[in-house]
């Protein structure tokens, strides 16, 4: 079979994801083996892959294919998340382009067109990731509004209740006026916005004094029952007892006294509007003020506004500040820079609202998901997490979990026309439990709440609900899978989603649900900006897979990922990824191209110390000692490093060094055979190689592994077993970085000097230290094309010399050496060495260096000192040489 020239990704790509489904690699079930699990943060119902979700993926697939070959049962458990806000307002997008508004729909009818809307896009990004290679265990897909993980929701939402844990109330929230719900925390982003800041007068009732306060909001002036200043600011000790006129409204409020004032910020005068904003209210409950809603819940002035009303909150912030300007009461407007929040979903800015909505009590139930990370009983990778995760749970809030919406978990509370409150499953039940408390109910007043549950209420019981184990808590999958391994995540949602599974984990399994967090960094541009499609700085992934094929991608996006650290995406990374595909391949038609000789060689013919055989043990001990360390690196999770370990084995130790090593001689235009022995060590070696490879470029693996050698269909490299580590011979090693050194001075010097690779030339070594070690010296002659390499006890001269810390190296002047040219350079290394060799003189003569300096350290620059001063002499011998 002729091997391609080049390697075609696209070719064999689908071919071997194919084959990996067909005979079910991916698939997990419980057996005797142990578990490594992983599961996938479920990437929104209306998503589409995008850089984060690339990284993310692949690091996954990374460990659970490494774990896979070690022998783990390896399970990946795929998924989607039904994303409330975001596929409601994709719905209602969809609706409005057809005419129709989602308030002429019933509830029921507009879930009938969210339910065919995630039917036909829903499964676009698991598709996706099929492309890049993930082994996801495809039969084990969820979805976090399927029937029995919604059950699960509401079971736990019942059991929250009944718990006393959970509550109903009015709180501040953040209201998205564009999506009509409220938001959590961690969805709002907060942007750096040009505002203004408005100096207003608002005047002392019964006087023509004024206080001035300044706010960049003046639409909620009409909402103000209060000022407030610092008992402790003496500009404001005569008001006490007076009140202030609110402008426009003209409505008298209380100038109140409380030390939340910071008397050096602004004015030292605070407006106070508890309808408006998280600190006003908590204001106005201390002080018992009236709260006015001046905001409606779609963004417009309410009537209780009294002025504007239906207009849009930031029309009427022009309007009112006009206004207030023609009545004389703006004092000064500034232009300053503050940060304002948006909605992560439909970018509208956060109105601070009060709203009924339920909530669930955080401060006991979330005590074990601090203790056990601090505990390390689960770790943060990398381990700078931790204080960020400390400072957020020692100062979590009650979690809203209610959102104004349709499409999601609607909330299992039940009410009758009197105001009582039932939580439970079916209408039935509440019809019966209401008669309790309202003999007098009928079927036909039981009303279910309209709201419907936070995502994250459902995603948070996701390592435990993908398993079934609400279902069925004794059952195999979650007996076995449970608690899961491995979970990779970006640390914007460690709050929100990774400490609320941990905390379900612990509430209601009595365990944690992953062993290991590994945190990813951001991708951002070159210019370090988070990538995202409306900077339209984001490359599509499917066309990056198009270009560079999935495994130069998946190399690409790790090269340089550590974890916790943003990635600085350069799309020359994945030209480097599928340049390191295209130098394995090119090593496999090497290997392939050699012709084994007939006839196992003898020792004579073999020869104790021939290039091949000191290459074969060479690169077994080199293979070995990167093997363990690719390993460690594995377990520390420091992925990028484990790739960049693997990249330079194949490229420098096995491709620029090993193969050139082995690689026959042409004689007349042919390869001669190469031995038997040295042959088959090569396709060991190419072997594990592969292995190693396979966890990060999956693709050109399996190719290479099935075209290196007949194996049965089901012989896959996904399933072969990862190479085990015997111990290397470290003394080799360390020995041939000496032979790498001599070969690549003379490969230097045939370079600077002009000297053809195919011109045969002699080289001398002279040892100044130490006995000959002339293990690599038949590597030394083949790689650097000499006629000879000969042991000598005196400099020769005539000859171009090069320096090492055990001996020098002459190579006789062919015609074509510039003399002066090398007395120039020589020169120029002998005053760098003086330099050197001064700036260690004065280091060791200074008497506090000495005193203080350990004893290694003092040991050390005593030996540069002896080493310069050696190197200087022997610089100075080779210029008298030249002379």
């Not at 639409?219 to 009140?243: F, M, Q, S």
Request: charge should be negative; charged fraction near 30%; include cysteine.
């Amino acid at each position: 079979m002729e091997i391609p020239k080049n390697y075609d990704p696209k070719i064999t790509e689908d071919k071997w994801y194919a084959h990996w489904l067909k005979h079910k690699f991916f698939k997990s079930v419980p057996d005797s083996r142990e578990p490594y699990t992983i599961v996938i943060p479920p990437p929104n119902v209306t998503g589409v892959l995008h850089m984060g979700h690339m990284l993310n993926n692949t690091i996954q697939d990374v460990l659970i294919r490494m774990k896979r070959m070690q022998g783990y049962n390896a399970c990946w458990v795929p998924g989607t998340d039904h994303a409330s806000i975001a596929t409601e307002a994709k719905v209602v997008a969809l609706l409005k382009e057809k005419g129709i508004k989602k308030s002429d729909l019933s509830r029921e009818e507009f879930l009938k067109h969210a339910w065919e809307w995630k039917e036909k896009y829903g499964g676009i990004i698991l598709k996706q990731l099929e492309k890049l290679g993930a082994s996801c265990d495809w039969d084990r897909t969820r979805f976090t509004m399927e029937d029995d993980l919604s059950e699960a929701v509401i079971d736990v939402f019942i059991d929250l209740y009944n718990k006393k844990q959970i509550y109903r109330g009015v709180r501040m929230v953040n209201w998205d006026p564009q999506g009509l719900t409220a938001v959590s925390d961690e969805e709002v982003i907060h942007k750096e916005v040009n505002s203004k800041l408005y100096y207003v007068k608002y005047k002392i009732e019964g006087s023509e004094e004024f206080v001035t306060i300044a706010t960049t909001r003046p639409e909620t002036i009409l909402g103000d029952t209060a000022i407030c200043v610092h008992p402790n600011d003496e500009r404001y000790k005569h008001l006490k007892g007076k009140k202030a006129i609110v402008p426009i409204v003209n409505r008298a409020v209380p100038i109140i006294f409380d030390d939340y004032i910071d008397m050096e910020f602004g004015t030292g005068a605070l407006k106070v509007t508890p309808a408006h904003d998280i600190n006003d209210y908590n204001l106005g409950v201390k002080h018992k003020l009236e709260v006015i809603d001046t905001i409606a819940a779609d963004g417009k002035m309410s009537p209780a506004a009294q002025f504007y009303i239906g207009e849009d909150r930031f029309a009427v912030r022009k309007k009112i500040a006009k206004d207030l300007e023609e009545l004389g009461q703006v004092v000064k407007v500034e232009d300053i820079k503050n940060k304002v929040g948006y909605s992560e979903r439909t970018d509208a800015v956060i109105e601070p609202r009060l709203s009924m909505q339920w909530f669930l009590k955080m401060d006991t139930v979330s005590k074990p998901a601090l203790e056990n990370v601090l505990n390390g009983n689960i770790k943060l990778i990398p381990e700078k997490f931790i204080n960020t995760y400390k400072h957020w749970m020692e100062n979590v809030h009650d979690w809203c979990i209610s959102r104004q919406l349709w499409w999601g978990q609607q909330i299992p509370a039940w009410y009758d026309t009197k105001g009582n409150t039932v939580v439970c499953k079916t209408r039935e039940e509440a019809f019966l439990k209401l008669k309790e408390v309202n003999p007098e109910v009928k079927s036909e007043d039981v009303k279910q709440d309209e709201d419907v549950l936070d995502t994250w209420f459902s995603s948070w019981l996701w390592p435990i609900s993908v398993f079934d184990g609400f279902k069925n808590p004794d059952g195999k999958d979650i007996q076995y899978y449970y608690p899961t391994n491995d979970l990779v995540t970006a640390p914007e949602i460690l709050f929100f989603w990774v400490a609320r599974m941990i905390i379900a984990g612990y509430e209601y399994r009595g365990d944690k649900p992953f062993t290991n967090v590994y945190l990813t960094g951001i991708v951002r541009d070159k210019l370090g900006r988070k990538m995202s499609k409306s900077l339209g700085n984001s490359p599509d992934p499917i066309d990056l897979i198009e270009k560079y094929g999935a495994d130069g991608v998946r190399v690409g996006m790790l090269l340089c990922s550590p974890a916790g650290n943003d990635l600085p995406f350069d799309e020359s990374m994945c030209e480097q990824g599928r340049n390191f595909s295209n130098k394995i391949w090119n090593a496999f038609r090497l290997i392939k191209g050699w012709q084994p000789h007939p006839q196992p060689l003898s020792k004579e013919e073999y020869g104790e110390n021939s290039p091949s055989k000191t290459a074969v043990e060479w690169f077994d001990a080199r293979l070995n000692e990167q093997l363990e360390l690719i390993n460690d690196l594995y377990s520390k999770y420091r992925m990028s490093e484990a790739l960049m370990t693997t990249y330079k084995l194949v490229w420098d130790d096995f491709c620029s060094w090993y193969l050139e090593m082995v690689k026959p001689e042409f004689v007349d235009g042919k390869s001669l055979p190469i031995d038997q022995d040295t042959y088959h060590s090569t396709l060991v070696f190419f072997e594990k190689i592969l292995k190693v490879v396979h966890p990060f470029m999956p693709f050109i693996t399996e190719e290479i592994w099935h075209l290196l050698r007949e194996r049965d269909e089901k012989d896959c490299i996904i399933v072969s077993e990862w190479p085990k580590v015997e111990k290397p011979d470290s003394t080799i090693v360390k020995d041939f970085e000496v032979a790498m050194e001599i070969i690549t001075n003379v490969r230097n010097i045939r370079k600077q000097k002009n000297i053809s690779p195919k011109e045969k030339i002699q080289l001398f070594e002279k040892m100044n230290q130490g006995s000959p070690f002339k293990t690599f010296d038949s590597i030394i002659v083949k790689l650097c094309n000499l006629s000879g390499l000969e042991y000598v006890d005196q400099k020769v001269d005539g000859a171009i010399p090069f320096v090492m810390k055990h001996a020098e190296f002459f190579i006789p002047f062919s015609q074509n050496i510039d003399v002066a040219a090398e007395k120039e350079r020589l020169a120029k290394e002998l005053e760098y060495n003086k330099g050197f060799l001064k700036s260690v003189e004065i280091k060791l003569s200074n008497e506090k260096f000495i005193a203080n300096a350990k004893p290694e350290l003092i040991a050390n620059e005593k030996k540069k000192q002896a080493d310069a001063e050696a190197k200087i002499k022997a610089i100075e011998e080779q210029l008298a040489g030249l002379n």
